[in-house]
């Protein structure tokens, strides 16, 4: 792992890599509750993006093409030839950051994106901070550009808290994106009334859960409660946030590694960021970022105990 950070509160440890501005392993008092894995021994484990800042635009985006202000720009596209997922091949995710101020409790990463960097336009720096204080693990995630841009960073840990089957997750979300085979939006918004997607009162994840439930019309300017996990161990995580979607995922794909808890179904992906494939639907929130407009998202995870889901 790329020079491992560890930040630490009576609470929690967090440990920091500056390979993807990756929240490679996190433990509340003496607990993992995400999925690890050492990636001298599991290279492929970072194929699934486990804890990593994934962009400058997460999710997928239909044929990588973007167009900004009339000018068509094409994304390198990584998943079937035909889509461009968190930004294809050398995405955030796949890059060294560095670091540019540490302390016990906080960290902050940088890195740079040249224009044309990715197929898009701009030339963008990108910060990510991580703090602890006492339970509660702060992402915060900053960026400029020179030129008008997409940007739209989601975080991408796994988590488990005991047996992943038996979550019960609940979110504040009333609608959700309906998507076509390859997992794409196909430009509808729609009720999760009557669909495995209502997570307004706590419910266990369907398997087949890879959805953007939509949280709001636009980024918010402070953090507000997203989500809420709670698992067999007895611990719940509470999930703040700035940004419009949250991706769910039930970790359906995710490899088997020998060794290790990793297998499919194993954690599950609760992901904050802006809806997936904005840039093609105009109906959904703006993912542009300008000069005059930086992008900035802050999560909160907050880790307590709590009666275990049954």
């Given amino acids: 792992m790329h020079d491992p950070i560890t930040l630490r509160s009576d609470d929690l440890a967090a440990t920091i890599s500056t390979y993807g501005a990756r929240l490679h392993r996190l433990v509340f008092r003496g607990q993992d509750v995400i999925l690890h894995a050492d ?59 560095s670091v540019t101020s540490q302390s016990d409790q906080h960290v902050t990463l940088h890195c740079t994106l040249a224009d044309g960097d990715g197929g898009l336009p701009g030339n963008r720096m990108i910060n990510a ?8 693990l702060t992402l915060n995630i ?3 550009t020179d030129a008008p841009t997409p940007l739209s960073i989601a975080h991408h840990p796994y988590w488990r808290l005991g047996d992943a089957r038996d979550h019960l997750l609940q979110v504040n979300a009333a ?9 794409l939006p196909m430009g509808q918004i729609a009720s999760v009334d009557g669909t495995p997607l209502d997570h307004r009162t706590a419910r266990q994840l369907d398997s087949a859960s890879d959805h953007n439930l939509c949280i709001a019309n636009a ?44 297998a499919p179904f194993a954690g599950i992906a609760l992901e904050p960021q802006g ?14 970022s300008t000069p005059a407009r930086p992008y900035h998202q802050i999560t909160r995870y907050r880790l307590d105990h709590a009666p275990a889901a049954t």
Avoid at 63 to 79: D, I, R, Y
Avoid at 129 to 136: D, H, L, N, P
């Fill in 39 to 97: 990636p001298g021994t599991h290279p492929t484990w970072h194929d699934g993006y486990p804890g990593a800042s994934v962009g400058p635009v997460a999710n997928r985006v239909r044929g990588g093409q973007v167009a900004v202000n009339g000018t068509a720009f094409q994304m390198p596209c990584n998943e079937n030839g035909v889509t461009a997922r968190h930004s294809g091949p050398e995405g955030l995710d796949r890059r060294s950051w």
């Fill in 129 to 136: 901070s991580y703090t602890i204080e006492k339970s509660t």
């Fill in 142 to 144: 900053t960026a400029t």
């Fill in 175 to 183: 609608q959700y994106l309906p998507v076509d085979a390859t997992n």
């Fill in 219 to 262: 980024p918010r300017r402070t953090p507000e409660q997203v989500a809420s996990l709670s698992g067999t161990d007895g611990v719940r995580l509470t999930l703040h946030s700035t940004e419009p979607g949250l991706q769910i995922y039930s970790g359906a794909y995710l490899p088997t590694l020998p060794g290790t808890e990793i």
């Fill in 275 to 288: 809806w997936p494939d904005a840039v093609s639907n105009p109906a959904f929130p703006s993912v542009l």
